[in-house]
């Protein structure tokens, strides 16, 4: 860890900080432009120099998620695509080892996963460090 400088109040605080614990501001760190090398803030989508696209986590697909879920749920295959390698084990294991009931909870799974919003899908399997949430 390092220290870095609040943009709002100037004091030093950790870089791994959400917000600064002197003044509450947000902490927004800067990252650099793969393409031009500019240095943007974190929260910016393109680059205000090249218009390259900064974001580089690629968004996994809610459909598709839910449909792995309900068709290929007993095998983890969904966890495997979500980058859940852990998850994707524990579920396949669990599914050759219960006799098929490990399938109605993935079909379960599947179906919530396609009735939830983008922005919660996102928040709770996309951007989370978790590696087996099942609900």
Known sequence: ??????????????????????CGAPVVKDVYCQKCGTKVPENVQYCPN????????PKK????????????GTLGIHYFYLGKTTGGIVSLILGL??????????????????????????????????SFPLF
């Open 50 to 57: 090249c218009g390259a696209t900064i974001n580089s986590k």
């Open 61 to 72: 697909d809610r459909l598709v998620t839910g449909l792995l879920g309900i068709f290929l």
């Open 1 to 22: 860890m390092s220290l870095i400088k609040c943009k709002e109040c100037g004091k030093e605080i950790s870089d791994a900080a959400s917000v600064c614990p002197h």
């Open 97 to 130: 080892c219960s006799c098929g009931l490990w399938s109605i909870v993935m079909l379960i799974q599947g179906i919530l996963i396609l009735t939830m919003t983008d922005e919660a899908f996102q928040a709770k399997y996309v951007d989370t460090e978790k």
